[in-house]
T-cell receptor, first 113, second 115 residues
Framework: AQSVTQPDIHITVSEGASLELRCNYS??????LFWYVQSPGQGLQLLLK??????LVQGIKGFEAEFKRSQSSFNLRKPSVHWSDAAEYFC???????????FGTGTKLQVIP | NAGVTQTPKFQVLKTGQSMTLQCAQD?????MYWYRQDPGMGLRLIYY???????DKGEVPNGYNVSRLNKREFSLRLESAAPSQTSVYFC??????????????FGPGTRLTVL
């Protein structure tokens, strides 16, 4: 069965610092990978997704993620964090089909001045 | 476009009461979903509807029923609420019929407390 692990429950970074959120997945073949962001009191919004091809994927709001098959990872990065990036971030994997989307438990990002 | 809308935003129930959570989307999407979000658990799929007229169980369907009223609307019903159903409920929709690359569009959520 597929699974997604986000090892960091909570991360605090200073505004302007770089950010990396970790995501590891477990699935036999190459999965479809997603990062979603949830601002306080809001639903989830897609940041980016990976299916195949270039392993470095660009998303909205200046985020990018890199797929590393050898490490079964799909880490999310941003070079310079803004206060408005404070939110909860979810990694998700889809091995195919309606009920095949598995979400990670989320990483809550706090940004300090 | 309003996207995905959910009502109500907040609800408090007593054990044993029933209620229906409403969801509507105006993006002409085929597929719709109900999730629950609990601390430390991520999102778990309750039910989904691949297309108008069809519904199927997800990971945690017990205690819930759904109705795909038409292409726009997908409701979730709790027949006899239990404290274990205290959660935040999200409705989502996607364009394609089960394509693994589908982006899901989420509503703002309903925060339900069962006493």
């Amino acid at each position: 069965a597929q699974s997604v692990t986000q090892p960091d429950i909570h991360i605090t970074v200073s505004e302007g610092a770089s950010l990396e959120l970790r995501c590891n997945y477990s699935y036999g073949a190459t999965p479809y990978l997603f990062w979603y962001v949830q601002s306080p009191g809001q639903g989830l919004q897609l940041l980016l997704k990976y299916f195949s091809g270039d392993t470095l994927v660009q998303g909205i709001k200046g985020f990018e993620a890199e797929f590393k098959r050898s490490q079964s990872s799909f880490n999310l990065r941003k070079p310079s964090v803004h206060w408005s990036d404070a939110a909860e971030y979810f990694c998700a994997v889809n091995s195919g089909g309606y009920q095949k989307v598995t979400f990670g438990t989320g990483t809550k990002l706090q940004v300090i001045p | 476009n309003a996207g995905v809308t959910q009502t109500p935003k907040f609800q408090v129930l007593k054990t044993g009461q029933s209620m229906t959570l409403q969801c509507a989307q105006d993006m002409n999407h085929n597929s719709m979903y109900w999730y629950r979000q609990d601390p430390g658990m991520g999102l778990r799929l309750i039910y989904y509807s691949a297309s108008e007229g069809t519904t199927d169980k997800g990971e945690v369907p017990n205690g819930y029923n759904v109705s795909r009223l038409n292409k726009r609307e997908f409701s979730l019903r709790l027949e006899s609420a239990a404290p274990s159903q205290t959660s935040v409920y999200f409705c989502a929709s996607s364009v394609l019929a089960g394509g693994p690359g589908d982006e899901q569009f989420f509503g703002p959520g309903t925060r339900l407390t069962v006493l």
